[in-house]
Structure formats: C-alpha cells, structure tokens
C-alpha cells in the first residue's frame, strides 16, 4: 500500500492542474473515503492533515468515531434508510444523500441541530443510481422549506461507470447547471453554493467543471 502523504500530494497535484485546465478558482475539498478501510489507514489520514472523513453505512461510521477521537469532520455519503437517521443525524457534519421528504422529515424529527445537507440528484438516470430525477430537483428543494433543521449546502452526484470521457463531463456539468438554478431561488435555507462530485477514477473532470467536495477513497487510501 502506498502512502497516504504520497498519494495525497499527487492527488492535490492533479487537482491543481484539473483547476488549470478547466480555468476554476475554486477551493476543492478532499473527503477522504474510508469505507473500505481500517481505523489505522483512517488515522494515517489525519496524520496527514486530512479533517473530512467519509463513510456510506451507519455501522462503519459509528465504528470509526469509536476509535477515533480527533477532531475530523464526518462526512455520510450513502444512501441513508429513514429507520437508521436517528443512529447517525447527529453524529455527522455533512448528509450528501438527501433525496427523498420521507427522510426530510424524519431528520427534522430526529436532529439536534442544523443539518448541512447535500440533495442527491440522478443527473445520469442510470437505474441502479439513488437520487432524484433531474426536473424533480428544483422543486424539491422547495419543498424543504417546512424543515427547520435541513440546511442545503450543495448537490451531489455520482458520475455513470464508463470510459467515455464526455458522458461524464456532461453528468458534472449538468449538476452545476443545476446547482445555479437552485442559488437563483435565493432561499435563506438553500445557499446550494457547494457541488460534491468526483471520485478516484473521475475527480479530475468533476473538479474542470466545478467540483467543491471531492470524495476520494482508492486512489487515496486504498
Ligand atoms: C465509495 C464511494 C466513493 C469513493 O469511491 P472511490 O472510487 O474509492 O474513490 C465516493 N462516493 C460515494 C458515494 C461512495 O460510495
């Protein structure tokens, strides 16, 4: 396994050039994705000045800030069943998977406090993917307005598995579309100013068209 300082500052590097090429200024912020591995790959993060953590099931993320005591900031990025939100809300720092009022509405029952929330969007509409349709977004944030403790800081998506570049690009470029038109509602809870996209295999495109959250777990800590 390689070391994580090593893959970190490739991966920064990469990131720098992706700003470049796509000619953003934007700050780009590393989740590091440790679903997959142990607590002392995770503390090798933090060593490495990693803070955001990522995990995608309420069981390794509890598990993880059993062990791990640092001040990290938790990121949850799976899909999150409605009868497990109280295990979790408040144990998170930022929800990337907000898709549905069933789950709003048991956050708003459940949360001690203001919950940083990304809306998930099925910007490819693969079959297999969470998240809502891409004309059902808009509308949708709307509807959170009945919620105090739902804050939305963001969209968030996930790219198609495939090798054509473009697809990809267009999926990215498409949440960003749709990220402005959110801002356009001017909604004092839906600032909607962040766009979490961009994996190991993807980041780089994610970030050329304005990825504000990467969320990266083989190629960093893998
Ligand atoms: C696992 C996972 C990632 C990280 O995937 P890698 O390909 O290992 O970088 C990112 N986002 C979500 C939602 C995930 O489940």
Redesign the pocket.
Known sequence: MAKISENLIQIQQRIDEAKKRGNTSQQVTIIA?T?QVSVERTLEAIENEIVHL?E?RPEGLLAKKEEIKDNAIWHF??SLQTRKVKQVINEIDYL?SLDRLSLAEEIEKRAEKTINCFVQANVSGEQSKHGLDRDEVLSFVQSLSQFSKIRVVGLMT?APNTDDESVIRKVFSDLKQLQQQVVELNLPYAPCTELSMG???DFEIAVEEGATFV?????LV?
């Open positions: 994705v679903k990522g995608n990025i799976g990337h996930m994996m190991s295999n969320r990266i777990g083989t190629a893998g």
